[in-house]
């Protein structure tokens, strides 16, 4: 899915070591997705343009925005049902066992049926293809890349970094802070949002902090946030709110539906110590 394709997007920041090589979209080139036929059980990967994971090769129409660099990282892979895999594979050791007149089937020749009805199938079932937008930045050398999961963005930095030979690394809360502003996580105060002595942490959580406050100056601000360099920006929280926190009790609280911003739910969470983990 490309960015523009739905209001709401996840995504993942990096921070490139080095500006990219000249050129970039020849580099790309060198690692374009597969042709579909090649798809096996085994995961392949590669790039492609932002029209549509298919879209190849690269070129400034289908690859650049401007002066930055757009695209998708695009993997395939051929997988078999389990049951789908279970039924033939039952259907032909009754073929083998009424054929032979048996009742049992040797655990080599179980082996041998299996083997033999996975590669018919994986012949004939179509390849899943995915794509993972991602767009550089290359004023600030900054990746903005459209997957979530720790898998996604392995598959992403270790091919972009064979690709180009610039690491991508993924940015937190706390490299942040030491990039920005020279300070380690351990030396920052403890936020607590709490009275109560049973439901105070010590645990320094500043990306919790930080959304917790963002919500609170959307709330108190109208969420109007003007950069000089960039223009005026406007922000808003969107359930559903999910709350967590050390201490006694549950350790996260959802609140979602009707409006969640506004819950006795959502206070009651920040009374007991919870912070904003995660909104919409």
């Known amino acids: 899915m490309a960015f523009h394709d739905s209001p709401r997007n996840t995504f993942v920041m990096c921070r490139l070591n080095e500006p990219l090589p000249p050129d970039p979209l020849a580099h790309f080139n060198r690692y374009l997705l597969p042709p579909l036929d090649q798809a096996d059980e085994e995961i392949k990967m590669g790039w492609s343009g932002y029209n549509h994971f298919l879209d190849l090769p690269l070129e400034p129409a289908n690859g650049m925005v401007g002066r930055y660099p757009y695209m998708h990282l695009t993997t395939m892979i051929k997988q078999i049902p389990s049951g789908l895999l279970k039924s033939y594979v039952r259907a032909r ?29 994986l012949s004939i079932v179509p390849p899943t293809v995915r794509g993972f937008p991602f767009l550089i930045d290359v004023d600030n050398d900054i990746i903005y890349f459209g997957g ?29 802070i030491e990039h920005y502003f020279d300070i380690h996580i351990a030396d920052l105060p403890a936020i607590q949002f709490t009275k109560d002595p049973v439901q105070r942490s010590e645990e320094r959580t500043p990306g919790r902090d930080f959304t917790t406050w963002l919500w609170f100056y959307i709330t108190k601000k109208g969420g109007l946030i003007n950069l000089p360099e960039l223009g005026e ?44 983990k995660t909104l919409g």
Not at 155 to 169: D, H, Q, S, V
């Open 233 to 276: 920006f406007m922000f808003e929280v969107d359930g559903p709110l999910t709350f967590a926190g050390e201490g006694p009790g549950s350790m996260e609280t959802v609140a979602r539906k009707g409006a969640p911003t506004l819950s006795p739910e959502a206070k009651t969470a920040l009374l007991v110590g919870k912070k904003l």
């Open 148 to 176: 979530s999961t720790a898998k996604q963005v392995d598959y992403f930095t270790k091919l972009f970094y064979e690709t180009t030979g610039r690491a991508p690394t993924p940015l937190s809360p706390d490299n942040l």
């Open 93 to 121: 050791e009754m073929v083998y066992l009424r054929e032979r007149n048996a009742k049992v089937i040797p655990r080599e020749e179980k082996k041998r049926i299996k083997g033999e009805v996975k590669a018919e199938l």
